[in-house]
């Protein structure tokens, strides 16, 4: 069974798109870009927005019964790839051996002209306690 997972302000709605999806034991999250609370995204430099996309990305699994230590495959877009040190510098910061599979590809643009990384992810779900 598909269970819809959101979080609040959910961003996505608008769009027609689930944040995430969970399934079973698995927990699939949309792409999580820098946008802040107001879902614009966060001035700055690319750690910050990276940091931003980051604690984005653990919301989301967090309200799918999940987290961080989860993960079980990333997908990391960027708009360029002069990033890349960038990117290692996030996984290290965020993740923790064993680290998650990943993709990163440089990719023209994102959703919003001023982002400059957006994060998918496949991570495992905690099981769901049957009600007694």
């Known amino acids: 069974m598909r269970e819809h997972i959101t979080t ?7 769009y027609l798109l689930s944040q995430g999806i969970r399934f079973g034991d698995l927990l699939f999250i949309s792409g999580q870009a820098a946008g802040g609370q107001d879902g614009k995204i966060v001035p700055g430099d690319f750690l910050t927005q990276g940091r931003q996309a980051f604690s ?20 990391i877009f960027v708009t360029d790839m002069g990033h890349f040190q960038d990117v290692v510098q996030l996984r290290r910061e965020f993740f923790s051996a064993p680290y998650p599979a990943d ?11 001023n982002a400059m990384i957006e994060i998918e992810a496949i991570a495992a779900a905690k099981k769901i306690k049957a009600e007694a």
Do not use: F
């Not at 609040?8 to 608008?14: G, M, S, T």
């Not at 990305?57 to 079980?72: F, Q, Y």
């Not at 993709?103 to 002209?113: C, G, N, Q, R, V």
């Open 8 to 14: 609040e302000p959910d961003h996505y709605a608008p």
């Open 56 to 75: 984005n990305l653990a919301r989301a699994l967090e309200a799918g019964g999940s987290s961080l230590h989860d993960v079980i495959k990333v997908t």
């Open 103 to 113: 993709t990163i590809a440089e990719i023209k643009a994102l959703y919003d002209p």
